[in-house]
């Protein structure tokens, strides 16, 4: 279906036309002046340089046109030329009714829908997942949802760090605390033991220990930064080797996988993000010999102060571009190098019209340089588009980067686990005394809501700017944040039950044939809302932002509660009009469920 603005505005359009104006300045938009008119169009201002007339005159001319117009109730010229337009009710009932009539209510996929890779999460094996890699997934995540729900074929790729430093520092460390293992005795050809060295637990104590050991600070003593210095040399080591296929260092890296990812898919599962692929930087490796050869024998890669780089600076730039570094001085793969190969794999396998990255937008300068060199190089066709798309940073109250209590970084599980706790409070202190919750069910719609409130937290803000994790403003029942949404939906739900209690039936899952024609601002505001759905998605879509959905969802909680305060839904006496307002409550909450799960959560029954 069109866009209901878009309906609008070739209304307009031809009143424009009959009126002896060009069509095109009948654009109509959402009125800046809600407590004048509904929409407004501003396209006799446009106009009258071009026509030289007073603005009043074409827009008096174009009132004129629509005067028996059935698309709009009211159409006013104002000085110094504006046109104030408020919608037909019925004509906006008929809008909504096919929507609601309609697969994913009107939105139609598009002519050509676009192959696309998404690659977010990027968490790094080994080290434990932490509040950190919160933003990557759920932003992520959500952008993916809209896409496909936008008619797209999407594929979304966790790109695990599994090919870095990290394993490096793991095999060191282990190495010291248990050199006698066969993996370290460089002679043993037998087979290695199927069972890992250490347990997660160890694991996630193992990794911090060591990155710790490999730096020092400033007012260290010598020796201090002397034996980091060394250690840091060793692991670096000890990656390359892993990375040219030292038997046990592979053997090793096996075993950290094995260990690692079963907890990590856990913590995903637990968010409700779902990867297609589980690729990592490792699974490339293989391909890079040819890539590098191929850049080599295109004259394209150099060697700059040991280093084989490509130069990847352009005339136009306006700041200083460090090459792209393909292989380090000591012949070891980089996260460049990784991320190319993965570009021409993703190119070969999939054959991409778009490759997006949800990456923290400090990378940024980093993806520069990997999207031109792949250009330069023709690691990908012309066509194929490379989008970076970046984040803003997480910080704790007070601006300062999230830290836990103890100046640490705060585990997602317990993160997770914190929020949850707090709302199963909450949830015990509000509920309906008259029919309390089982205690499973309390800590299922505590889960439930803990991990709207994070989500919705996050996805609310526009993802490129930083913003302040602040989980008692999250977490709160009012205002612009996940639990407010799912309680407006609760209450939804509970007023659609006692309607089939009383009426002795349930409703029909059919939503069209039941949406009333708006009687009163706050009804007719509801349908206004749903009516922009097609748009918002569009939008949403089109720049990347979960946050319009969210505002979308907001707006219309909003709506939901002020018809709700002013109306008197089941006890009103004429049945008919009741109907109509189930119609519309029902549609609501429909809209709205279908935007929850675009942002990656969902609603409990009731609250
Ligand atoms: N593992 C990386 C990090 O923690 C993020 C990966 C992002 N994706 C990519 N293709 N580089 O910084």
Request: proline fraction near 5%.
């Amino acid at each position: 279906m069109k866009q209901f603005l878009d309906q609008l505005s070739e209304e307009m359009g031809a009143a424009f036309e009959k009126a002896g104006f060009d069509a095109a300045l009948g654009r109509v938009g959402i009125s800046n002046r809600p407590d004048l008119c509904e929409y407004q169009c501003n396209g006799a201002m446009a106009g009258a340089k071009k026509y030289g007339k007073k603005p009043i005159d074409i827009a008096n001319a174009v009132a004129e046109e629509l005067k028996a117009s059935g698309t709009f109730s009211s159409v006013e010229a104002v000085m110094p030329g504006f046109l104030n337009l408020n919608v037909n009710e019925e004509y906006l009932a008929a809008y909504v009714r096919e929507m609601l009539a309609s697969d994913k209510f009107g939105v139609e996929a598009p002519e050509k829908p676009l192959k696309i890779v998404i690659d977010y999460g990027g968490p790094n094996v080994a080290k434990p997942l932490h509040v950190g890699h919160l933003r990557p997934a759920v932003i992520g995540e959500s952008i993916k949802r809209i896409a496909r729900f936008a008619g797209h074929d999407v594929t979304g790729d966790v790109h695990l760090g599994d090919w870095g430093l990290q394993m490096g520092l793991v095999i060191v460390e282990l190495g010291e605390r248990q050199p006698d293992l066969p993996y370290f005795d460089e002679a043993y050809e037998g087979e290695y033991p199927e069972e890992p060295p250490f347990s997660l637990k160890e694991l996630e104590e193992i990794y911090p220990t060591a990155s710790a050991k490999s730096k020092s600070k400033e007012d260290d003593p010598e020796e201090v930064k002397q034996a980091a210095k060394e250690y840091h040399a060793r692991a670096l080591q000890a990656t390359r080797e892993m990375q040219q296929g030292r038997r046990g260092y592979r053997a090793l890296w096996k075993h950290i996988m094995a260990v690692s990812l079963p907890d990590l898919k856990e913590n995903y599962r637990k968010m409700d993000i779902e990867f297609d692929l589980w690729m990592g930087e490792s699974d490339v490796n293989d391909l890079i010999p040819a890539m590098v050869d191929d850049m080599k024998a295109k004259g394209l890669a150099h060697i700059s102060e040991g280093a084989l780089v490509v130069d990847v600076k352009e005339e136009s730039d306006k700041k200083e571009l460090p090459p792209c570094m393909i292989l380090k001085s000591d012949g070891a793969a980089n996260y460049e190098t990784t991320d190319l190969a993965t570009i021409l794999w993703r190119e070969k396998e999939l054959k991409p019209d778009k490759i997006l990255y949800v990456v923290d937008k400090r990378q940024e300068l980093h993806f520069v340089q990997v999207f031109r060199c792949a250009r330069k190089c023709g690691l990908v066709r012309e066509e194929t588009g490379l989008e970076f798309i970046g984040f803003g940073t997480m910080n704790g109250p007070g601006g300062k980067p999230f830290k836990t209590r103890d100046g640490g970084v705060l585990q997602l599980k317990a993160l997770l686990d914190e929020i949850a706790e707090k709302m199963h409070t909450k949830i015990r202190e509000t509920e309906n005394a008259d029919a309390p919750m089982s205690e499973e069910e309390a800590w299922q719609t505590a889960r439930i809501t803990a991990l709207a409130a994070l989500k919705y937290g996050d996805l609310s803000n526009q993802a490129a700017k930083d913003y302040i994790f602040d989980v008692e403003r999250f977490t709160a029942s009012e205002g612009d944040t996940g639990p407010y949404l799912l309680y407006t939906m609760a209450r939804i739900k509970s007023i659609l039950r006692k309607y089939e209690e009383k009426a002795g039936a349930s409703l029909p899952a059919e939503l069209a044939a039941s949406f009333p024609i708006p009687e009163g601002k706050a009804m007719k505001a509801l349908c206004q809302d749903i009516s922009g759905f097609i748009r918002m998605i569009d939008e949403a879509f089109a720049e990347r932002a979960p946050h319009k959905v969210c505002a979308y969802l907001y707006q219309m909680a909003n709506d939901l509660n002020s018809f709700y305060h002013e109306t008197k839904i089941l006890a009103e006496p004429d049945e008919k009009k009741q109907a109509g307002y189930i119609g519309l409550i029902r549609a609501v909450l429909a809209v709205m469920e279908e935007c929850i799960g675009l942002l990656g959560f969902s609603a409990p029954e009731r609250m």
